[in-house]
Structure formats: structure tokens, C-alpha cells
């Protein structure tokens, strides 16, 4: 127990609590039912993409490219249902058209050998390039009312499906990466690149198949930002790729690899969401929000490149720092 305390993922829990204690307190309307569903709402298409990018910089890449493929997705998505095609055709292409998005990422990538970071910041460009091809300055609406209900209604009251399709993803993710030997093949690739290819590890094939699932789950909440919102235009999830990942990266996974896991990105999760909902209730405005979550995120650096708290820190850091 008390190991799992100092732990960084227990670190977090702690500051998630005082955050929930302080809100509790002394912002009004903070614990109603109606706020906390609101809590997630508004983010949920992020956090979804967040659970992925963790597999994705726990292999030591980076995929700049997702909030233009869930722009991509969700235009594509407007772009064929105004063109006449049944909404519910619509979804499985725009799926497809995702993962080879992510294929693409991979390929340059796993194959031609080429950074993630270089390659993901071109397909940034290109597919934000291409969602505003497809839609052009339309914005496309009247989207069919069972698909506006995915992002919109709830399944049991007024929780909205997507919570659920986050809460199956992260249990299905979890015993993945923590339980299975795809999970040990990602940690092995992002501790050593080399010594887990001579270990017989397939390290190519393996990250094509992480960027495809990037792309796939990216496309998947574009889809469902699509049906919440009841509209797409070119500019869907612009930024979001820089939101998702500081969760990640707030949340104990070393931006070199090999170190991370997918309780600390929740922690993450809960902590922004539950920080930015109390100071968006006390009419603080977005643009401090964004600053105190810049400086948590740097003060999590600092504190995880300490040395006196250094049982603190995650372990990468920690061995990259004795």
C-alpha cells in the first residue's frame, strides 16, 4: 500500500482529491449531478484519444496528427452524408478512412524510418488541409436524430454514450498494455528500440499496428465531437492534439518511453477536467485555465526530475536522472 502511495500515479490521486475537496467547498453548484455528466461531456472526445496516445509515447513516438484526423473524420463524415449517403454507411468509411490515415502516419514511420514527430507534424498540416477541402467555409448540419443521439442523449439517464464507450476502451486498453505480451512489446520497444528488434521483437509491425489504432480512435471520436456537436466544420478539434497530449504526459508517461501507465493518464484526466470545471464555475476565463494547466504540467516536470522526492518520479526518469 505504501509503495503504491509513493507512487507517481498515487501522487496524482492525492492532488486529485484536494482538488475535488476544494471544489466541493467553495464552488457552488460543483457536486450536482448535472455537472459532474457536464464534467466529462465537453471532453470526452479527447480523453477517448488519450488512452491510444499513451500506447503511442510509451513506444517512444508521438502522433501530432490526431485532432487533424478527427477534423478528417468528422468532415468526411458531413462531406458524404450531404453528398446522399446514408449516415449509416457513412460511419464504417469514415472509420476506414481513420485508420488508413494512421496507416500512412505508420508507414513513414515504422518503414521508411522517418521521426514520428516529423512525420505526424506534415500529416498534421495535410489533413487538417484535407477536412477543409472536403467542407470547404460549409458548415453541415441536420445530421439524422439516432446519430446526434450518440453524442448528445444518454443510454441510462442523461449519461451520454460516449462515457461508456471511454470507460469499455479503458478496460479493454488496460489489460492490453498492462496484461498481455502486446503491452510488453511496447514498453520493450520504448526502452530500446534496438535491443528489442535483436530480441526477435517485429518492432515495425508493431508500431504500424499502434498508429493504425491511432487513427481508428481518433476517427472514432471525431465521429461522436461530430454527433455531439451537431455540426462539422473544417476547424473541428483544431488544437485538440496539444490537450491530449499533456494528459498524457502529465500523467507519468515518459515522453522518451518505456514508462508510463493508463491509471496515471486517468489521474491526468480527472485532475484537468476536475480543475478546469471548478474554475470554469468560479467565471475564471479559458485563457488562465489553459496557463494553470501549462504551469501544472511543467511543475510535474520539475517535480519528476527532482532529486530529494525521487521516489516520486516516474521510474524513466527516475534512471535518467541517477
Known amino acids: 500500500m505504501m509503495q503504491k502511495l509513493r507512487s507517481w500515479e498515487g501522487l496524482l490521486a ?5 482538488i475535488i475537496l476544494y471544489n466541493t467547498a467553495f464552488v457552488p453548484q460543483y457536486f450536482t449531478v448535472s455537472n459532474q455528466i457536464n464534467l466529462f461531456h ?5 480523453i477517448i ?5 499513451t500506447f503511442i509515447i510509451i513506444n517512444a513516438a508521438i502522433d501530432l496528427s490526431v485532432g487533424s484526423i478527427m477534423g478528417l473524420a468528422a468532415c468526411a463524415f458531413g462531406f458524404l452524408f450531404q453528398s446522399g449517403m446514408p449516415a449509416g454507411l457513412a460511419i464504417p468509411i469514415v472509420m476506414v478512412i481513420g485508420g488508413l490515415a494512421g496507416a500512412l502516419n505508420g508507414y513513414f514511420i515504422a518503414h521508411v524510418g522517418l521521426p514520428s514527430l516529423v512525420v505526424t507534424l506534415a500529416t498534421l498540416i495535410g489533413y487538417r488541409g484535407l477536412a477543409r ?5 460549409r458548415s453541415i448540419t441536420d445530421f439524422p436524430d439516432w446519430f ?4 448528445q442523449l444518454g443510454l441510462i439517464g442523461p449519461i451520454p454514450f460516449a462515457f461508456f464507450a471511454f470507460i469499455f476502451l479503458f478496460l479493454v486498453l488496460f489489460v492490453v498494455l498492462h496484461k498481455s505480451a502486446f503491452g510488453r512489446k511496447t514498453y520493450a520497444i520504448g526502452i530500446n528500440h534496438d535491443v528489442a528488434h535483436f530480441a526477435g521483437i517485429d518492432t515495425a509491425a508493431h508500431t504500424m499496428k499502434l498508429f493504425v489504432a491511432s487513427g481508428l480512435v481518433a476517427a472514432f471520436a471525431g465521429l461522436l465531437y461530430a454527433a455531439r456537436v451537431g455540426a462539422v466544420r473544417g476547424d473541428v478539434a483544431l488544437g485538440f492534439e496539444l490537450d491530449i497530449i499533456t494528459l498524457v504526459l502529465l500523467g507519468g508517461v515518459s515522453i522518451f518511453g518505456g514508462s508510463g501507465t493508463l491509471v496515471g493518464t486517468l489521474m491526468a484526466v480527472l485532475i484537468v477536467l476536475n480543475l478546469r ?4 464555475l468560479m467565471n475564471i476565463t ?3 485555465q489553459t496557463g494553470v494547466i ?8 520539475v517535480v519528476a526530475r527532482l532529486r530529494l522526492p525521487a521516489f516520486l518520479a516516474p521510474k524513466a526518469i527516475q534512471g535518467r536522472t541517477q
Not at 49 to 53: H, K, N, Q, W
Not at 277 to 280: I, L, Q, S, Y
Not at 294 to 301: P, Y
Open 14 to 18: 492525492f492532488a486529485l482529491l484536494l
Open 277 to 280: 470545471n471548478g474554475m470554469a
Open 286 to 288: 479559458g485563457h488562465i
Open 49 to 53: 484519444v488519450a488512452l491510444v496516445m
Open 42 to 46: 465537453l471532453s470526452i472526445e479527447k
Open 148 to 151: 446526434d443521439a450518440l453524442g
Open 133 to 137: 477541402v472536403l467542407v470547404e467555409d
Open 294 to 301: 501549462g504551469v501544472l504540467l511543467i511543475g510535474s516536470v
